[in-house]
C-alpha cells in the first residue's frame, strides 16, 4: 500500500518574518541617515574653515599690500592702535576699520605689534611688526589663525 505523505507548502511569510525584517530595514536606514548627515556637517566644517583661512590669509596680504604701497613710518602709523583688545580689518581698498569684517557668517581681524618687543607699534623705532590675523566662525567659538613678521624691507 502506498500512502500518501501531505505536501505542506510555505506560500508568503508570516507576521513576525515582515517583523524582523521592517527592523533590519529600519535600523539600516537609520545608520546610513547618520552617516549622511555626519558627511556634510563634516564637509561644513571644512568649507568654514577653508573660506577663514582664506580671509586671514587675504588680511595678511593687505597689510603688506600697505606696506609695499607707502613709506615705513605710514605703514606704521596706520598700523597704530590695532593692539590689544582693538581688532582692525583691511578693506579691498587697503582702507583700515578698527573693528572685524565678515562675509558670509565669518569674522576677520588683524593684530599688529612690535615683532621683537612685543608691545604696542611705536613709530620711528619699531623695525619689525608682527601681524596676527585670525577667522572665527560659529560666535567665535572655532577660529584659524595665521602670524607673519612684516619689516621695511624696501628701506622706504
Keep these: 500500500m502506498v500512502t500518501r505523505q501531505k505536501q505542506i507548502t510555505n506560500k508568503g511569510m508570516g507576521l513576525i518574518e515582515v517583523l524582523i525584517a521592517v527592523t533590519v530595514s529600519v535600523i539600516a536606514l537609520t545608520a546610513m541617515v547618520s552617516m549622511v548627515v555626519t558627511a556634510l556637517r563634516s564637509s561644513l566644517q571644512s568649507r ?52 572685524p569684517g565678515t562675509f558670509e557668517g565669518l569674522s576677520y581681524s588683524f593684530q599688529a605689534i612690535d615683532a621683537i618687543t612685543g608691545s604696542a ?5 619699531t623695525t619689525s611688526v608682527r601681524i596676527t590675523a585670525e577667522a572665527s566662525w560659529d560666535n567665535g567659538a572655532k577660529k584659524t589663525t595665521m602670524i607673519t613678521d612684516l619689516s621695511n624691507w624696501q628701506g622706504k
Excluded: F, H, P
Excluded at 85 to 90: D, E, F, G, H, R
Excluded at 121 to 125: L, R, S, V
Design 121 to 125: 607699534i611705536a613709530a620711528g623705532t
Design 48 to 99: 568654514m574653515y577653508l573660506e577663514a583661512t582664506k580671509l586671514a590669509n587675504q588680511q595678511i596680504e593687505r597689510v603688506r599690500a600697505l606696506r609695499d604701497s607707502t613709506t615705513w613710518s605710514d605703514t606704521l602709523t596706520l598700523l597704530d592702535g590695532c593692539t590689544g583688545s582693538t581688532k582692525c580689518s583691511l578693506a579691498s581698498n587697503l582702507a583700515k576699520t578698527t573693528s
